[in-house]
């Protein structure tokens, strides 16, 4: 069950992530689209790890929900004064990824090893989620970056 609340307190985290980064990515377009699908994703994991926890009786942490809701608001914006912070958000985004992905992982092995089948599909279909959002910002880091480098060396806002 902790595993779970704590998932459930992370991917309000990666909510809070991606709305900062999304006030900010005017000169980037194709990363706010891909961020904004994802938050869609996001915001569908989160009823997944509720439907699991309701099955179990169980209800969400409110307090990790809305510690780690503010750790990932300060997160982002601690970004916002770098001159690179979108090379700087694109790192963390794909840290983050692997790191869900991670905790997915875990999470369905201790499914499969307590037979609850129903939380394995569930869990299954937003590790695949969080793997497909970290190849998008593992493939598009090269052209990210220089599509930073083009705007910086034209003396435009590149930081986002």
Known sequence: MAGLKDAHGVENQALALIDRQLDHLANYPDVAASLQ???GET????VRLEE???GFGESRSL???AG???SGNLAAIAHTF???EILKNS???FAFEIFEAAAYKSL???ADAGSFTNAVALLQQSLGEEQRMAAWVDENNSKLTLQYLERRSAGETASH
């Open 68 to 70: 780690l809701t503010i």
């Open 82 to 84: 770098a001159p690179d």
């Open 63 to 65: 307090l990790k929900d």
């Open 91 to 93: 790192f963390a985004n």
């Open 37 to 39: 699908q994802h938050r």
């Open 108 to 110: 369905i092995t201790m």
């Open 43 to 46: 915001e569908q994991q989160l």
């Open 52 to 54: 699991i926890l309701d």
